[in-house]
C-alpha cells in the first residue's frame, strides 16, 4: 500500500524545512571577513551534504513484510536447533499475530503502522521527520544520518564559537563591547547547532544502544505489550547475538530481509551482561 498523501507531504515539509535552516546556516558563513571561513565552510558542507544524503536514503522503503509458510520453518528448524515435529516446534515458540488491516500472518517482529497503512518488519518506530517508518532495511540508514547530522551540528556550533572574537571589539570610550551585526547571526545560528546538536545526539545514543543489544525502539518501550517477547523471560531477549553480530545484521543486511526464527524455550540459556540478566534489566 502507498504512503497516505498527507504523511508523505508532512514528511517532505519537515525535510525542506531542517535542511534549508542548514544550508542557510552554512551560507552565513559567505559573510564573513577572516582566513577561517573557507575551510570551515566547505567542512560543515561537505558533513552537510552527507547528512542530507543519508536523510533522504532512509526516507525510503523500511521493508517489506514476509508472509511466512508452514513449510518454510518446517526447513529452517536446524537453523534454529531444535529436533523434533512441527508441533513440537509450536508449542516450543510464540505465536504470530494476524494483522486485520493487511489480512497476513505478521512474521516475528512485524507489526502494522496506522499512519502508513502496512505492516512494516522488525518495525522500529514512526518517524515524524522523515514522514516515514524506520524498520529492517532502512534503520542502518537512520543511524548514519543521525551520526553526521550529530556530527554537522556540533561541529558547527565549535567552529562558529571560534569567530566570536572577530566581530567583536571593546570600546575604551564607552566602557564596553561592540558587536558587529555578523556577532549576531554567528550567536543565533551557534544557538540553533547546538539545539539540533542535543536532540540528534540524544538519539544517536539511545539507537546506538539498541543496535548494540539487537532490540528495536518498539521493543524496548512496548515489551509488556509484545506477545512475542512475553513469552520469554523478562531479562531475555531472543533476538540478540551479541554486539558484533548486532551490528552486522543491522548495517550489513545486503538489502536481504531475515525471518527472525525464534530460539525455543528449550534453547533459552541465561544472558548475563551489563545490560540484561536475571538480576535487572537495564535496557
Given at each position: ?79 534454529s536447533g531444535l529436533r523434533g515435529d512441527y508441533e513440537q516446534f509450536e508449542s516450543q515458540t510464540p505465536d504470530r499475530n494476524e494483522c486485520q488491516e493487511c489480512k497476513i500472518i505478521q512474521s516475528y517482529r512485524t507489526k502494522h503502522c496506522s499512519k502508513c497503512q ?39 556550533m565549535f567552529q562558529f564559537k571560534k569567530q566570536f572574537p572577530y566581530y567583536s571589539t571593546y570600546d575604551e570610550e564607552f566602557g564596553h563591547d561592540e558587536y558587529q551585526y555578523q556577532y549576531f547571526i554567528i550567536l543565533l545560528t551557534a544557538a540553533t547547532s547546538f ?89
Amino acid at each position: 500500500m502507498a504512503v497516505p498523501s498527507q504523511v508523505y507531504n508532512l514528511g517532505n515539509a519537515c525535510k525542506r524545512f531542517l535542511f534549508s535552516a542548514e544550508v542557510i546556516g552554512m551560507l552565513t558563513l559567505t559573510i564573513f571577513e577572516n582566513e577561517l571561513t573557507i575551510p570551515i565552510g566547505i567542512r560543515l558542507l561537505i558533513e552537510t551534504i552527507a547528512a542530507g544524503y543519508f536523510y533522504l536514503q532512509c526516507s525510503d522503503s523500511a521493508g517489506e513484510p514476509v508472509v511466512e509458510q508452514e513449510d518454510h520453518e518446517l526447513s529452517q528448524l536446524s537453523f534454529s536447533g531444535l529436533r523434533g515435529d512441527y508441533e513440537q516446534f509450536e508449542s516450543q515458540t510464540p505465536d504470530r499475530n494476524e494483522c486485520q488491516e493487511c489480512k497476513i500472518i505478521q512474521s516475528y517482529r512485524t507489526k502494522h503502522c496506522s499512519k502508513c497503512q502496512k505492516c512494516i518488519p522488525k518495525y522500529d518506530h514512526h518517524c515524524f521527520w522523515i514522514g516515514g517508518c524506520v524498520g529492517e532495511l532502512n534503520h542502518r540508514m537512520y543511524w548514519l544520518f543521525l551520526f553526521f547530522q550529530c556530527l554537522l551540528c556540533f561541529d558547527g556550533m565549535f567552529q562558529f564559537k571560534k569567530q566570536f572574537p572577530y566581530y567583536s571589539t571593546y570600546d575604551e570610550e564607552f566602557g564596553h563591547d561592540e558587536y558587529q551585526y555578523q556577532y549576531f547571526i554567528i550567536l543565533l545560528t551557534a544557538a540553533t547547532s547546538f539545539g539540533f546538536g542535543i536532540f540528534t545526539g540524544a538519539l544517536l545514543l539511545y539507537h546506538t544502544m539498541l543496535i548494540l543489544t539487537g532490540k528495536t525502539t518498539w521493543e524496548h518501550t512496548k515489551r509488556d505489550k509484545i506477545s512475542y517477547l512475553n513469552f520469554y523471560p523478562r531479562y531475555y531477549h531472543p533476538y540478540n547475538f551479541g554486539f558484533i553480530e548486532n551490528i552486522k545484521i543491522t548495517f550489513f543486511h545486503k538489502g536481504l530481509q531475515s525471518h527472525w526464527i525464534p530460539p525455543s524455550k528449550d534453547q533459552i540459556k541465561e544472558q548475563c551482561n551489563i545490560f540484561d540478566n536475571k538480576y535487572y534489566s537495564c535496557c
